[in-house]
């Protein structure tokens, strides 16, 4: 064992709660520097959130859209078979689940102020609509229902197809493609309602989901790559510009371990404050600049506050790792330097 060995074995190890107190002391002496660097953490993190929030944003806004459309149109559709549905009833049987496409049509049909949709008192619909009412098959099969619709992508139930089409629906209105056929119905009395895309229309829709794929990872990469060195950046120069500030405190007794500890324990609080303002920044700043392209409901709409969330935590864990990886190395350098030789440093 040499000499220096000998030493620092010698020595009384501080507690981290020491250590924690002088780094607390230390960011409030130097409270301009320490904003500087958090600073740099804060616009890294902010830059990869709102590249994130962005992306979800988008994402959002055309599958929203893309509903929103499909409703529409089917709206359009209902309306040229059937005509307007204020004050009327129609008929409904779900086959399995609906979709949020069906649950809008729904929805839809209660803002054109309908009488009643009626269902099978068995039939359970995740929407609380106040114009549902279920009623037993006798009263199903009423003469008054001026529409037949069939929604859902699961089996399609035993109904008497037949008897409810010859007493007063000339034609099944479907939404699902899957339900083209029903057993002893003709093709002309079964509308479906659901686009149907041509093998032209899927492939050219592949392609661009794939585009946008391509274009979404790279965006991603570089938006890391761009915090990843604004973070470094700003922790090594909060390191290694107190090189003579680590000289005067080994030449007061300090460890090399304790060095390090009070330099992991800066750089992790840098990366939580910085992390956690950057989240914030980033997450508004994007939310706010697309809702001035689309529209603060439909943006809000198309959010999915859980993947938020996510990204949110992920951006916090990034700011906070790479603020410690950052100040890992210098502060490792720093704390083997001869007290001396960091003393006459002019970093």
Not at 19 to 48: D, H, N, P
Not at 192 to 206: A, F, G, N, V
Not at 225 to 242: F, Y
Not at 254 to 280: D, R, Y
């Amino acid at each position: 064992m040499n000499t220096n060995d000998k030493n620092e074995y010698n020595q009384v190890k501080l507690p981290l709660r020491i250590a924690m107190e002088v780094v607390l002391q230390g960011i409030k002496i130097r409270l301009g520097r320490s904003i500087v660097t958090i600073t740099g953490v804060i616009c890294g993190i902010a830059f990869l959130m709102s590249i994130l929030t962005g992306q979800m944003i988008k994402n959002g806004v055309k599958k929203e859209d893309a509903i929103r459309e499909e409703v529409t149109r089917i709206n359009n559709f209902v309306k040229a078979e059937v005509g307007f549905l204020n004050n009327k009833t129609i008929s409904l049987v779900v086959a399995g689940k609906l979709s949020e496409i069906e649950l809008r049509t729904l929805e839809s049909f209660e803002k054109e102020k309908i009488k009643t949709i009626q269902i099978d008192k068995n039939t359970q619909i995740d929407k609380n609509l106040k114009s549902i009412k279920k009623v037993s098959e006798k009263e199903f099969s009423g003469e008054e229902s001026t529409a037949l619709f069939l929604m859902g992508a699961g089996k399609i139930p035993d109904r008497k197809w037949k008897v409810l089409l010859a007493k007063h629906h000339p034609k099944i209105l479907a939404t699902t493609i899957s339900h083209a056929k029903i057993n002893n119905i003709s093709e002309n009395q079964l509308i479906e309602l659901s686009r149907i895309w041509s093998q032209d229309e899927t492939y050219k829709k592949l392609q661009k989901e794939q585009q946008d794929k391509f274009k979404n990872i790279w965006i991603g990469i570089i938006s890391l790559l761009v915090t990843v060195i604004g973070i470094m950046n700003a922790m090594l120069m909060s390191v290694t510009e107190r090189f003579r500030e680590i000289g005067t405190m080994k030449c007061l007794g300090a460890l090399s371990g304790f060095i390090k500890h009070i330099f992991l324990i800066e750089s992790s609080l840098m990366g939580i404050a910085g992390g956690f303002s950057g989240v914030i920044i980033g997450a508004v700043f994007s939310i706010f600049a697309y809702s001035f392209s689309y529209g603060f409901s439909l943006v809000w709409t198309s959010i999915n506050f859980l993947k938020l969330g996510e990204y949110g935590l992920a951006c916090l864990l990034i700011g906070i790792i790479l603020s410690i990886l950052a100040a890992l190395y210098p502060a490792r350098i720093a704390s083997k330097m001869v007290p001396a030789d960091a003393l006459r440093s002019n970093l």
